[in-house]
Structures are given as C-alpha cells and as structure tokens.
C-alpha cells in the first residue's frame, strides 16, 4: 500500500508540471506526527509507547484544482492517513481514509461528492483549543467518535459563499442499504460567521443508526455551539453541545459500542460544555480547555476533563509539542484520554512530540 502512495506522488509531481499550461494545478503535502506517550490509570496497567498522530493525524495529501472558465472551477482532494511509527495505514486501512471527495467550485458556492468531514465535527474542532489533538482532544469526552461521526462516506456536501462574515453548510450521506433508504443515512449542516474577532459555528448531525442492534432505536442527534473570541493576546474557546438518541454518546475506547445486550454502553441523552484558552507568544503557544460531560440517564456517568498544552514553533513548518490531560470519571463512566487517532486506556496521558508539515 505504500508503494502505491508513493507511485500516486511521483504522478501528482508529473501532473503539477504538466497541467500548469491549462490552468491546472495538483499540489502534494502532507504532515508526519510522532510522539512518545505515557497513559495512566488503564485497568491492565500503566502504558509507556511512542505512536503517531499524537497532536493531528499523519498524513498525505493530493490536492488538485482545474481553471474551467467563467469563474468555475472542478476540485478533487485525496488525503491518505499513516502510522509514521509503524508505516501502517490509518482509518482501518483505508488508502485514502481521512478525505476522498470531487467537485465544482464557483460563484455559487461549493459542491463535492466523496468521504468527507461533517459539518458538526468541523464546529468541534472549531472550538477545541487543541484542534481535535493532543491529550486534550475534545473528542476525549463530547459527543461520540470515529468515522461515524468526524467523517461521512458516500456523501454530498454544498458550502456557500460568505456574504456579511456569514456562510452555511449543508451535507447528505446514502446509507446505501437495499431494501431500506434510511439505514445508515447521515445528513447534518452548519451556520458559520467569521468577523473580525469573532468566529461562531453551530452545527448539526443527524445519523440512523442502521445496525442490527440498533435499527429501531432511533436516530443519533448531535448539535453543537461554538465560539472563538481573539482578544490578541488571547483566544476563548467556548461549546456547549446537546447530544439525543442512542449512539449519540459513545465511550470512546469500547470495543463492542452496543454492549452484550445490545444496548449502547453510554447515555442516550447528555450535555456536553467546554471552555478553553489558546494563549500565543512568539513561537511559543500554550493551551487549556475544561471539558464537561453531563449524562442525563438514568446511571448519572458524568466526567470533566482537565488539560494543558504547549507548542514550540521551530520554523514554520515544524514544532515540538508537550500535553497532559486528566479525567475525573463519576458514576461508572470509563472515558479515556487518547489523542488525534487513539482512544487512549487510562484516564490520564502525557505526550511529548514533533510534527512537522510538508
């Protein structure tokens, strides 16, 4: 498989040449992520390992874009996610597992079709200090996590043009199921306004939970605010999430999400609250969130998150980072602190690391 990422690069750097004299252009980039991790207060033990994808994901990435006239343009992404500390691909061992989508841009907006981020997930990450990493993640604790929810396959995606700081986002996903169209579909949506120093998002996720276990359960209901508030000398962070249905609310490290009975090992109905700083001076960049889950059901499993982060900027392209995070469970709850693409074992981890980005 990496022979094959390879091969892709050699084309795309053939294809930046060639294509510039129609108006084309295929950029290659990419990032690689390393970082040794130390997770504690997992129930087989104390873990010390240096993985990837610690503060972001690794990854590489072909971006293309073709000059169509009259202002259109048709636009493709493919963006494989790896494990620099083993070679293996990420996602589940999808080539291009992190993004895969093709459109047309213009006047009128934005429309792709392929495995894409959900509207939700991106005002997640909007009003997550860490950026959806790091110990920190905010996926650590709000709403659920994995490729259900972050991305959706078989999709269709329509972003606006911004008139006045304000832009919206709508996006639809086949469950591609014979004989019943609801299972497995996923649509949701988002209302952004960025203006001066404000930047504020609210999103929605509407997935059908078209397992077995699940089929006539309901839907998964995420919705979230978010805001980010550039003071200059300091970015707040603030989200308040509401979280409705089976599967809306997953423990992240579970490897059977359903239980053995079928039922989801989490609360169908939960509030989730972060606030946060980012503070930068110079190459130096500290971050802090508090992260607040609120189970509505009937077994009350709260838990808070507290985390602290920091990044050193050695050029543009590279840093060193360091992190810690720790989460107070309550009531039976089993979250777990992981980071970028990793679950975690324990309710506490450090990272050490660099990434640099290409």
Known sequence: MMKTILCAGVLAAICMDAGAADGSSVNVYGLVDVAVVRETGGSAGDVTKITSG?????????????????????????????????????????????????????????????????????????????????????????????????????SLKYVSPGVGGVSAEVVYGAGEVAGDSAAGRQFGGALDYNAGPLHARLGYHNRNNGTAALRNAGNAKNTVLAAVYDFGFVKAHVAYGVNKGPNSSLLRNTANPYGRAGVPVASSDSRDVLIGATIPSGPHTWMVSWIHKDDRGALDQDASQYALGYRYALSRRTELYAAIAHIVNRHGASYTVGSSIEGGSGNGAVDLGIRHAF
């Not at 169509?68 to 494989?80: H, K, P, T, V, Y």
């Open 54 to 154: 610690v503060g972001a994901g690794s990854r590489l990435g072909f971006k293309g874009r073709e000059e169509l006239g009259d202002g259109l343009a048709a636009i493709f992404l493919l963006e494989s996610g790896f494990q620099a500390d083993t070679g293996a691909l990420g996602q589940g061992g999808l080539l291009f597992g992190r993004q895969a989508y093709v459109g047309l841009q213009g006047g009128f907006g934005t429309l792709t079709a392929g495995r894409q981020y959900t509207p939700q997930y991106l005002t997640v990450v909007l009003a997550d200090p860490f950026g959806s990493g790091y110990a920190g993640d905010t996926k650590n604790l709000m709403a659920p996590t994995g490729n259900s929810t972050s991305r959706m396959d078989n």
